[in-house]
Structure formats: C-alpha cells, structure tokens
T-cell receptor, first 114, second 111 residues
Framework: DVKVTQSSRYLVKRTGEKVFLECVQD?????MFWYRQDPGLGLRLIYF???????EKGDIPEGYSVSREKKERFSLILESASTNQTSMYLC?????????????FGSGTRLTVV | ELKVEQNPLFLSMQEGKNYTIYCNYS?????LYWYRQDPGKSLESLFV?????AVKQEGRLMASLDTKARLSTLHITAAVHDLSATYFC???????????FGAGTRLAVHP
C-alpha cells in the first residue's frame, strides 16, 4: 500500500513566521496534492504537482507556495503565516492510471497560527 | 467548473436501517471516489469507481456510478455504530488531475 507521510501532526506557529509542511510518498508517484480542510468549507485544493519542479495552482493558492525538488517530497510553504491559515492540511498522492488512479492521503497536519 | 454536491449533509440513522447518500456532479467526469473520515483523522479511501455502471461493495457499504446522470450513490445496509463518520465523494473534472470534493455527509448511527 502507498504510504503518504506528513512530518508533523500538530504545529503551532506565530503570525508572520515562515512555515514548512512536508509530505513524503514512497511509491514514486508523479502527482501530489495539498488540500486544506475547514469546518463548513470542506476540502479545498491549494496546489498540486504532476512532476519534479512542476506545479499548478489549485483553488486557493494565495499566501502559499510549494516546492517539489524530488519526486517523493512535496512541501507546502506559508510565506508569512496568518491566523486565517489555521487549518487542517492534508497531502495526497495519486496512483497512475494502470493501478486505478487512487488517491492516498496523509494523516494531516493541524496547524494553529497564533 | 466542476461542482460536487452531496445530500444529505447530515444523517442520523438508527442501527439496522438502510439509507443512501447521493453525490451529484456538474460536468463530465469518468471517475468518482468515496472517502471516509473519522473525527480528527485523515481521509480513508473507500471506493474508486472508474466507469459508468461501476458498482463496488465492502461490508455494509455499496457504491455505484452513473456517469450519464452524473450521479453516484453510497448505500448503507443495516447500519451499525461503527459506520458513524463523515463520508465524502470526490470527482476530477474531465482531463484534470485534481479532485473536487463534496461538502461531506456526517453520518451518526444510534441504537
């Protein structure tokens, strides 16, 4: 089974800090995704990447950037954390077509910005 | 733009009863995913439906896909308390990688 590992389960950061959320998958998948989940708003796509150094904006990219220097690792960066970025962040990796296109999610990082 | 709508958003069920959660999506898509989420946890994959008419079953849950009607259903048979969770459907817009999620159906099964 695919394993998607998010480096932190809980994080507390101060307003204005630069924050790095790390995500690693172990199956050489090309496609990786960052979502945030908020009560009443569901899951919203922040960024996704379809290959090393390739990225595309999702629906809510403002205030975020991403980095994909190696295939297995997809990092989400909050350039200057703000309280409205307090949320649950979920990373996902997608299987290729021949294995059914399934998406596997990491365990999530609950970020609190104070 | 693809929109995914689930209903109901909240479902309180008695143990032993049957019910269906509906997932409608607004534009052409050939795949539909169902996930389960327990409170404070991440998303667990339940079903991946890859073609029109696809039906998959796991225990008391059965999912189906009708791409012509742009409708997927998640049917719960003889509900038990362990099924209490939030269920999400998700679909990728045609030709895209990203998943668009429904708002989720919060299921509570009680005696």
């Amino acid at each position: 089974d695919v394993k998607v590992t998010q480096s932190s389960r809980y994080l507390v950061k101060r307003t204005g800090e630069k924050v790095f959320l790390e995500c690693v998958q172990d199956m050489d998948h090309e496609n990786m995704f960052w979502y945030r989940q908020d009560p009443g708003l569901g899951l919203r796509l922040i960024y996704f990447s379809y290959d090393v150094k390739m990225k595309e904006k999702g629906d809510i990219p403002e205030g975020y950037s991403v980095s994909r220097e190696k295939k297995e690792r997809f990092s989400l960066i909050l350039e200057s954390a703000s309280t409205n970025q307090t949320s649950m962040y979920l990373c996902a990796s997608r299987r290729p077509r021949q294995t059914g296109y399934g998406y596997t999610f990491g365990s999530g990082t609950r970020l609190t910005v104070v | 733009e693809l929109k995914v709508e689930q209903n109901p958003l909240f479902l309180s069920m008695q143990e032993g009863k049957n019910y269906t959660i509906y997932c409608n999506y607004s534009t052409t898509s050939d795949r539909l995913y169902w996930y389960r989420q327990d409170p404070g946890k991440s998303l667990e994959s339940l079903f991946v439906l890859l073609s029109n008419g696809a039906v998959k079953q796991e225990g008391r849950l059965m999912a189906s896909l009708d791409t012509k009607a742009r409708l997927s259903t998640l049917h719960i048979t003889a509900a038990v308390h362990d099924l209490s969770a939030t269920y999400f459907c998700a679909s990728p817009p045609g030709g895209y990688n990203k998943l668009i999620f429904g708002a989720g159906t919060r299921l509570a099964v009680h005696p």
